[in-house]
Each structure stands twice: as structure tokens, then as C-alpha cells.
């Protein structure tokens, strides 16, 4: 019997897909791309059985992705998807929840709980802080700067929930010179503007430099990073939070990949201090290997959250405890069952030995890499490396001769005022071998480009 023949396809499909994951193009071909001229821009008038709408996602769509879930994609930091938590992704669609309330969705509420305690557990953060699920790191900034903005209009008496910026006591916000674009969005968002930070120089792996800090005082929210997007370097998060502290300061840390080395003892020790922090971002859709999208905004202080988020509405429970009341969103999907099957099916042990692997396959491709002659530019201290040719278009052609030969993925960037090319490791499904696909690609790569930069 199959009385749900579009989950039947949809099944089929994805197990082929996954099957053939390992071994695809990571950038899909031309061809590929052409094929979606097939989708037809009309409204179509009639519909159609659900599983023919299934099949032809899948073919037109399927090889139109791009391999991130797979084990040679080094752009950006995207992690993959962990086995059990596609399997609660379908799960969730097929059981629709909305995890806006309690009464809504106590599944995805009291799993919201539970995989709270443990992400405060993984990450090493104090157990009463408030964790809620946003779409990524970008929002988790602004829920966390949003409490801080509230905390710090509180104290000088200014509700700025309700009476707006306009009026409002001066808030101070500082920043690393490095910091990832997305803060300060965030900070644009907030109407704190994207311009009013004082930036912080940093050191050339892009890290503040504690010593360069301006004075800090209760007007102030200090944004640091662990987990810099290039070269993968951490604040120096104790001594400038122990400043901070003394002077009554909010610190926001932007840990979208990096707070997660928290997982591994040989790398928490980069991270010392962030615990004194007062709110962090962080991502499951990266280096938690949860799908897209799932970010995580934690909060010592759960009055500031509900502060700026909290509202009511006569046709809802007036429950404080409520997700809606500490964050954006009323409606949204339930990333928690995604985040609990991801931390049930690999425990503590599990995440630690992505880490680790994803840390030590950083540094074998930096060697790789400097064997085939390129210059290592970060110190390969987490899943980040930056290397160069010494010339930036001779970079650049690498990176697009590997992707449109399928076998890779990377970028480049600018790092220190120069183009190199940039890897992230940060998937489950990256294998050794891998490494050696792509080092292999590279150094075709290297062949070909070799007489035009002679
Ligand atoms: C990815 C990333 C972000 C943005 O996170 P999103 O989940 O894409 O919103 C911010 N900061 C750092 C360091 C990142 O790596």
C-alpha cells in the first residue's frame, strides 16, 4: 500500500541524491542550469497529483544545487546536515508545528527547552542564560543587541520599546575592526547604525587587540567575535570581558562558527572567558551540521529579551515563558527537533570529533598547500585556511578553474588588503580523502595557470 506516493518520491529522490553526493560535481554544470529554463514562469492554472509536483522539483532542481551538504564544499562555513536531523526535518514538515507557544506546539516548545540546557552545556555558558531559535547568526546578533539596547535605555529609565530611539540616552558601540559584516547589519537594523561603531584595531589574524580598547562604561556594548571568518582567529574574549565587566559594559559575541570549538577541550581553551559574556550568537546550520536554517541567539538576561520582544494579544496565552516573547517572530518552523536529533545522534563525543577532524583536515590541507608551493597567510589555529599564489588573479583563477571542475568548492577573499583563496571545514561528511581530491584539483589547477603567470 502506498497511500502517500509524493513521500514515496520525495524519498526516492533524496536517497539518490544523498547516494550520489560524495562523488558529484559541487558546482552544478551548465547544463544543469539550462535545465531550470524548463520551470514555467506562468502560473499554472490546473494542478497537478503531488507526487508529479515532487518529481519534477527533483529533476529540474536537484542537479541545480549546489554540493554544500557534501564533503568538498570549503566556501563560506556551511557545515552539512547530519543523517538524523534530515530525517526530523520531515518529520516536522509532515507534522507542520509552529513553534510560536506552548499551547501551539508543546513538542517543539519543551524540545526548545531541552536543547537549550544542552547547547549551554556543549557550549560551556551558564545554565540560566535564555536560548532561543532565529534563522542564523545575523539574527541571533540582533536579538542579542536588541536586549542590550533595551538593558542599557532600562537603566537610564527610557523605555525604548515603546518611545523609540528618538529621545533615547547615547548608546556606545564597539567593535573589532574585523568583525563580520552581518554585526553590523544588525546594528543597522536596530537603528544603532552601521557606522556609529568604534572600531578596535586588530592584530593581523584580525583579533581585537584588548590593549586598544576605548573606555567602556555602562553605555556600552562591546561586540567581539570568536571565530574570525577568515582566518578563524577569537578575540582575546577574557580580557576584554574582564574589562567590560569592571565597567558595566554588555559584551555580544559573535561565535556563528567558532563558540562550537567549545565542544572540544583541545580547543575551548581559545575560548576563555566567553562564559562572563552577557549574549552570543551562534548557528546550527553551520558547524552543528543542523539543515538550513537554524541560529541560536542566547541571553543572560532574560527580562532585557523579553523587554524588547515581549508583546501581547487578547486571542493569546499570556505565558512570559513563550519563544514569541524573546525574539522577532511569532510564527516560525520548529528548529528544535532538527537541533535534538542532531545532539542525540552524536552526543558530546560526536560533535567534539567533528571539531577535531574538521581542525586537523584545516591543518593537512595547509601543508598540502604549501607543498604545491602556496603561501599559508593565517596561523591555522581552528577549520580556517588563507593561502596564496603571491598573485591575486593567479588566486582567483584557481578557485574558479577547481569549482567549474566540479571536484571543489572555495573562495577567495580579501585578507590584510590582499585577494588569496579561502577554505572553511566545518561538515560532518568530509572524509581525509577529500583532501586529497581537492589538493589533486589544485594542483591542475596550478598546471594550467602555470605559463599565464609565468
Ligand atoms: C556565517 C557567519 C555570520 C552570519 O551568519 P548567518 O547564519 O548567515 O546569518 C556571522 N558571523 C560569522 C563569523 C559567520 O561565520
Redo the contacts with the bound molecule.
Keep these: 500500500m502506498n497511500d502517500h506516493p509524493e513521500l514515496a518520491a520525495a524519498a526516492d529522490a533524496a536517497l539518490a541524491y544523498l547516494r550520489e553526493l560524495p562523488a558529484r560535481r559541487v558546482a552544478p554544470d551548465a547544463d544543469a542550469l539550462a535545465a531550470m529554463d524548463a520551470y514555467s514562469p506562468m502560473l499554472p492554472d490546473q494542478g497537478c497529483a503531488p507526487e508529479d509536483a515532487v518529481r519534477e522539483l527533483a529533476a529540474l532542481a536537484g542537479p541545480a544545487t549546489v554540493a554544500t551538504a557534501g564533503p568538498r564544499f570549503f566556501g563560506?562555513?556551511t557545515g552539512g546536515a547530519v543523517p538524523a536531523t534530515v530525517g526530523a526535518n520531515w518529520l516536522a514538515a509532515a507534522w507542520d508545528q509552529a513553534a510560536a507557544d506552548y499551547r501551539l506546539s508543546p513538542a517543539a516548545v519543551r524540545l526548545e527547552q531541552v536543547t537549550g540546557a544542552w547547547l549551554l552545556d556543549l557550549l560551556r555558558l551558564p545554565q540560566d542564560c535564555a536560548v532561543n531559535y532565529v534563522?542564523?547568526?545575523?539574527?541571533?546578533?540582533f536579538v542579542g543587541l536588541a536586549a542590550a539596547r533595551s538593558e542599557i535605555c532600562d537603566r537610564q529609565g527610557w523605555d525604548v520599546a515603546a518611545l523609540g530611539l528618538a529621545g533615547a540616552p547615547p548608546i556606545r558601540i564597539v567593535a573589532g575592526a574585523d568583525a563580520?559584516?552581518?554585526?553590523f547589519k544588525a546594528l543597522s537594523m536596530l537603528g544603532l547604525g552601521s557606522r556609529s561603531a568604534i572600531l578596535v584595531d586588530v592584530d593581523d589574524q584580525g583579533r581585537m587587540l584588548a590593549d586598544a580598547l576605548p573606555e567602556l562604561g555602562p553605555d556600552t556594548i562591546v561586540c567581539v567575535?570568536a571565530?574570525?571568518?577568515n582566518s578563524g582567529g577569537f578575540d582575546p574574549l577574557e580580557a576584554i570581558c574582564a574589562k567590560a565587566c569592571a565597567a558595566g559594559a554588555w559584551v555580544h559575541v559573535?561565535?556563528?562558527?567558532?563558540l562550537v570549538a567549545a565542544a572540544s577541550p583541545a580547543h575551548a581553551t581559545q575560548l576563555a572567558g566567553h562564559d562572563l559574556a552577557d549574549s552570543w550568537?551562534v548557528?546550527g546550520?553551520?558547524w552543528l551540521n543542523t539543515p538550513y536554517?537554524c541560529?541560536v541567539a542566547i541571553c543572560r538576561h532574560p527580562k532585557a529579551l523579553r523587554r524588547a520582544f515581549g508583546y501581547q494579544a487578547a486571542y493569546l496565552e499570556d505565558d512570559l515563558r513563550n519563544p514569541r516573547h524573546q525574539i522577532p517572530e511569532l510564527s516560525r518552523r520548529a528548529r528544535s527537533f532538527e537541533m535534538w536529533a542532531a545532539l542525540r545522534s552524536l552526543g558530546r563525543e560526536g560533535v567534539r570529533d567533528i571539531v577535531e577532524r574538521n581542525c586537523a583536515q584545516a591543518r593537512t590541507m595547509a601543508s598540502g598547500l604549501q607543498a604545491l608551493g602556496l603561501r599559508i597567510l593565517n596561523d591555522v589555529v581552528l577549520n580556517q585556511v588563507i593561502a596564496t599564489t603571491g598573485s591575486a588573479d593567479r588566486d582567483r583563477a584557481i578557485a574558479a578553474d577547481v569549482t567549474a571542475s566540479g571536484v571543489a568548492w572555495f573562495s577567495t577573499t580579501n585578507w590584510r588588503r590582499n585577494t588569496a583563496i579561502r577554505f572553511s571545514f566545518s561538515s560532518w561528511a568530509t572524509r581525509d580523502e577529500d583532501i586529497d581530491l581537492t589538493l589533486g584539483a589544485i594542483a591542475v589547477a596550478l598546471e594550467r595557470t602555470a605559463e599565464t603567470f609565468a
Design positions: 563560506y562555513v534563522t542564523g547568526t545575523t539574527m541571533a546578533s563580520h559584516p552581518t554585526l567575535q571565530g574570525n571568518v559573535n561565535g556563528a562558527f567558532g550568537a548557528d546550520h553551520k536554517d541560529g
